[in-house]
């Protein structure tokens, strides 16, 4: 195998924390989610920077999942994190969540998520085709399949003339 020189995987997830960037900048801007769309962002908790309440530590030593919907304030973007009060127990708490500490990001009312670990697996591999990664957000568990590289699924590039869209 032939390693990887241009760095895939570290370009792979500076733009899925673009993409979160993006979505969080549309919400801070409006000052709220639309229709129905929320946010379920899962970060571990033992990364670096990570601020939440010892309570919250205590609670979830390993992993979190948070939900931005209806109840949030104080949503910041900066460019290495964000951060964002909500209220846990009906007492605002402010959270500050690096980007490097998120695990997945999904938007169910539109079926769209990104699975940083499953992100990592996006290399050549020999694994079954058939393999799910299993996220549990929030209380209800969903599957993203994940398409991998092997030789048996290996397709040429198709090349789309732009003039075709042109009008």
């Given amino acids: 195998m032939n390693s990887d020189l241009i760095g895939y995987n570290k370009l792979m997830s500076k733009a899925m924390i673009n993409v979160i960037i993006d979505v969080l900048s ?7 989610i639309p229709g129905e769309h929320r946010l379920y962002i899962s ?3 033992k990364k670096k920077n990570v601020i939440i309440p010892a309570k919250l530590k205590e609670k979830f030593p390993d ?3 948070i939900v931005l919907q209806h109840q949030f304030q104080d949503l910041e973007i900066k460019e290495n994190y964000f951060s964002v009060t909500l209220h846990f127990d009906n007492i605002p ?3 500050t969540i690096p980007y490097g500490a998120i695990t997945s990001f999904f938007d169910p009312a539109v079926n769209f998520g990104i ?3 499953a992100q990592n697996d996006v290399t050549t ?11 549990n957000i929030g209380n209800r568990e969903t599957s993203m399949q994940k398409k991998r590289i092997t030789p048996d699924n290996k397709r040429s590039a198709e090349i789309v003339s732009l003039s075709e869209f042109k009008k």
């Fill in 26 to 32: 549309f919400i801070k801007d409006r000052n709220h």
């Fill in 43 to 45: 970060f571990s908790t």
């Fill in 93 to 95: 708490e402010k959270i």
């Fill in 115 to 117: 699975d940083f670990l």
């Fill in 63 to 65: 992993k979190m999942t």
């Fill in 125 to 135: 591999s020999t694994k079954n085709k058939n393999d799910e990664n299993k996220t």
